[in-house]
């Protein structure tokens, strides 16, 4: 397979991968309906920075400590567990409020920022992301080619992947925002945000199997 065959797979699997519903989605879908675009991109961006940073572990041979390492993987996923039921209790605590109430409710980071932060933490504090980077990418590494390079070119390309869709994501809130932004809608979309929250973080703590 050469570099360029390798790299037209990987873009329409990681593509894939990216449309999946999953937490990511959940996120940036509420926070664009509730706090706007601008944060809920800020939250994309969060989250493909996190992509990045896994696939630069993993090009740099750091990612295979987490799959081979049971105490790196346990500990990392009891504080990404953590993280996600903060955070959901957080949202539901919060349902219904407005963004400056959302803020002090949802952790000292506030406004563009704080989304940018919570989207890198989701992501990074996930070990079963960093484990499906580890089994992933190399299979899309062409023989011959620069492993750090091009792994690293790949994590990009997912993380623009990622961006465009959250994008559009973004894109197609703006047409409901007036209806979206009503109390019993927002309360209704918090709640069901911080419930997905909780339950990913229930299911880092439950789950025995890796990604």
Same mark, same amino acid.
Request: one cysteine or more; hydrophobic letters at 55%; glycine letters at 12%.
């Given at each position: 397979?050469?570099g360029?065959e390798a790299?037209?797979?990987?873009? #329409?699997?990681?593509?894939?991968?990216?449309?999946?519903? /999953?937490l990511?989605?959940?996120?940036?879908?509420?926070? $664009?309906?509730? !706090? %706007?675009?601008?944060?809920?991109l800020?939250?994309g961006l +969060?989250?493909?920075?996190g992509?990045?940073?896994?696939?630069?572990?993993?090009?740099l041979?750091? %990612?295979a400590?987490l799959? $081979?390492?049971?105490?790196?993987?346990t500990?990392?996923?009891?504080?990404?567990?953590?993280?996600?039921?903060?955070?959901?209790?957080?949202?539901?605590? %919060?349902?219904?409020?407005?963004?400056?109430?959302?803020?002090?409710?949802? /952790?000292?980071?506030t /406004?563009?920022?704080g989304?940018?932060?919570r989207g890198l933490?989701? &992501?990074?504090? &996930? =070990?079963? #992301?960093?484990?499906?980077?580890?089994?992933?990418? =190399?299979?899309?590494v062409?023989a011959?080619?620069?492993?750090?390079?091009?792994?690293?070119l790949?994590a990009?390309v997912?993380?623009? !992947? +990622?961006?465009?869709?959250?994008?559009?994501?973004v894109? $197609?809130? @703006?047409p409901?925002t007036? $209806?979206?932004?009503?109390?019993?809608?927002?309360r209704?979309?918090?709640?069901?945000?911080g419930? #997905?929250?909780?339950?990913?973080?229930?299911r880092?703590?439950? /789950?025995?199997? @890796?990604?």
């Amino acid at each position: 397979m050469t570099g360029i065959e390798a790299l037209a797979a990987f873009t #329409v699997t990681a593509g894939l991968i990216t449309l999946t519903p /999953g937490l990511d989605t959940a996120l940036v879908l509420r926070t $664009a309906a509730v !706090e %706007g675009g601008r944060r809920a991109l800020c939250a994309g961006l +969060g989250v493909a920075a996190g992509c990045l940073a896994w696939g630069l572990a993993v090009a740099l041979g750091l %990612g295979a400590v987490l799959a $081979a390492s049971e105490l790196a993987y346990t500990v990392l996923r009891w504080t990404g567990a953590a993280y996600l039921v903060w955070l959901g209790i957080r949202l539901i605590r %919060g349902a219904g409020a407005g963004p400056d109430v959302q803020d002090a409710v949802t /952790g000292p980071h506030t /406004g563009a920022p704080g989304w940018f932060l919570r989207g890198l933490t989701t &992501n990074l504090l &996930n =070990p079963k #992301v960093g484990v499906f980077y580890v089994t992933f990418l =190399p299979q899309f590494v062409p023989a011959g080619a620069d492993v750090v390079v091009f792994s690293a070119l790949l994590a990009t390309v997912h993380a623009v !992947e +990622g961006i465009a869709w959250f994008t559009l994501l973004v894109a $197609a809130t @703006r047409p409901l925002t007036a $209806a979206l932004r009503r109390p019993r809608v927002t309360r209704v979309l918090d709640t069901v945000t911080g419930g #997905v929250l909780l339950a990913f973080g229930l299911r880092l703590v439950t /789950g025995s199997q @890796r990604a």
